[in-house]
């Protein structure tokens, strides 16, 4: 239990500067992504802001892994922007709360760590898709609405406004740290942006142009739908969706930031703080969220590394919405968008081009299609299943044709096959394919030292193979398997004949840290 309440390591050497102005960073980047997201999915702009602050909050409080960011997501506006319009906010107050449910039930079960299973060609993909969306989300910055109230690409001088301070943004951004760390660039190029905009008088589009942010505290309130069957039927649907793509892209967000960091996050102490965080942020008006890629990339860049950076960004957050929102309003959004582009070309895995030729064509063709799919389809959740399931079939196919058998005969007359690798629903047919039942003698032993019976393929395969010989009246036994493969033959015993005098002892992997 001590681990458990252990939530903030007082050893840790924190730069308090630092922390406090990366978390200012990331309030400011917060208010454009919460308010876009929140429209996304057809809610007002203060459900978004809402999930943003009590995401961050809870996450930066109780989350496993410290530096990291969450709020309202794309990921999730785009699963229930279809339950809004069908039902209302209602509902996706109730659906977010039944998430959260579900997302700390995953913890408390440790299926976080089931994120091993992703291959590291599937994160190449989902980040670069992710970096994509991030560039391509901040293109809609470049727009206006015209006189027939049509969003269109802007003209003359106000494009080349635009451009003129987003490539500024970008170059302080860049510059800044090859001069000193002590200030995070990020936050630099955003104050010198809204100087100039504010003091050379120039007219450009600002926060306040997209929607008001201006709020009281987060109000508490149980979601008013009819605690029935049928609703449950109507949102756990979504729920499930949403706990899936919500936990999938906050551990491989903790993934990503483990690396820059090189340190290690605690997967399923995060899938119990998402958990907490969605069901509050349901019980307090918002639209629920996840771990949020940009802003942590953001976050950690600035130099945080301990949780006060998020609970700094969560509590100016609340600040800006509550006391400051007639300033917040005036940020011009060409500073905002030129710190998201820089995090879109940081968050690009440039490296992975360069390994075009040099990884295999399957992990190349898992890369791409993740890439393409979280890109068309904004569904992380399904790019990261669609390249978990490919790369396992690869996987198996690979594994599949690595079977072998060594094949001789002892001074007794006794065939011997010696097996290598795994029998599994894969492998069953080259394996059959090694013995030659109508020339073998009277007695044959199948050796399974380097080989494993994985599953009831393999189990299956066994049998067919047995029953080929008792049908020649030939005796099989199988030698050296070891105490799993023995528990899943334990039905077959009347026809197999198992040698338990030189199993050996196999280590079997657990679940303790």
């Known amino acids: 239990m001590k681990q458990f309440f252990n939530l903030f390591d007082f050893s840790q050497k924190v730069n308090y500067k630092t922390e406090v102005l990366a978390g200012l960073t990331v309030a400011l980047a917060l208010i454009p992504e919460a308010v876009a997201f929140a429209m996304i999915a057809g809610l007002s702009p203060l459900t978004g802001l809402y999930a943003a602050f009590v995401m961050g909050l809870v996450t930066s409080i109780l989350g496993g892994r410290p530096g990291m960011i969450s709020g309202a997501t794309g990921a999730v506006a785009v699963v229930i922007v279809g339950l809004s319009i069908s039902h ?3 509902y996706i107050f109730a659906s977010v709360v039944l998430a959260g449910i579900i997302q700390v039930l995953a913890g408390v079960l440790k299926l976080g760590k089931l994120i091993r299973l992703v ?4 994160i190449f993909g989902f980040v670069n898709g992710l970096a994509i969306i991030i560039f391509m989300s901040q293109l809609d910055n470049f727009k206006a609405v015209n006189e027939a109230g049509e969003l269109t690409w802007m003209t003359g001088s106000n494009l080349f406004i635009m451009l003129g301070l987003v490539l500024t943004t970008m170059l302080i951004i860049w510059g800044l740290p090859k001069i000193t760390k002590a200030f995070p660039s990020s936050l630099a190029a955003i104050l010198v942006i809204f100087g100039i905009v504010v003091f050379a008088g120039i007219e450009t589009k600002t ?29 756990f649907p979504f729920a499930a969706i949403m706990a899936g793509v919500g936990l999938i892209e ?6 990503i930031v483990d690396e820059i960091t090189e340190t290690r996050g605690r997967g399923n102490k995060e899938c119990v703080a998402q958990g907490t965080a969605n069901v509050l942020s349901g019980l307090f008006s918002g639209m629920g969220g996840c771990a949020m890629i940009g802003q942590s990339l953001i976050n950690v860049s600035s130099g945080a590394r301990a949780r006060l950076s998020g609970i700094v960004a969560a509590v100016m957050l609340l600040v800006f919405i509550m006391f400051a929102a007639d300033i917040i309003e005036l940020l011009p959004m060409a500073a905002l968008t030129g710190v998201m582009i820089m995090v879109a070309i940081g968050t690009f895995e440039w490296a992975s081009l360069r390994t ?22 904004h569904n992380l959740a399904l790019a990261v299943l669609v390249g978990v399931i490919i790369s396992a079939l690869v996987f198996a196919w690979d594994n599949a044709k690595r079977i072998r058998a060594r094949k001789f005969m002892d001074d007794k007359g006794v065939k011997h096959y010696e097996i290598y690798g795994p029998l599994f629903f894969g492998s069953t047919t080259a394996f059959s394919e090694k013995f030659d039942v109508l020339n073998d003698p009277d007695e044959v032993i199948i050796d399974f030292s380097e080989s494993r019976i994985v ?7 066994v049998n067919k193979l047995t ?26 015993d009347e026809i197999i004949e198992v040698n338990i005098l030189e199993d050996p002892t196999w280590k079997v992997a657990v679940d303790k840290i």
């Open 250 to 255: 906050s551990l491989l967000t903790l993934n």
């Open 455 to 461: 599953d009831m393929s393999g189990i299956e395969a």
């Open 207 to 235: 926060v306040g142009d997209i929607a008001s942010i201006q709020g009281g505290f987060p109000p508490f309130h149980i979601p008013m739908v009819p605690f029935t069957w049928e609703t449950l039927a109507i949102i």
């Open 88 to 90: 209302g906010p209602e």
């Open 119 to 122: 291959p590291h060609s599937v």
């Open 467 to 492: 029953e080929r010989y008792l049908k020649q009246g030939k005796k099989l036994h199988l030698r050296h398997l070891s105490r799993d493969c023995k528990n899943l033959l334990k039905n077959a």
């Open 356 to 377: 075009f030729r040099r990884m295999p064509k399957s992990d190349v063709l898992v890369m791409v299609l993740v890439t393409l799919v979280t890109i068309f389809l």
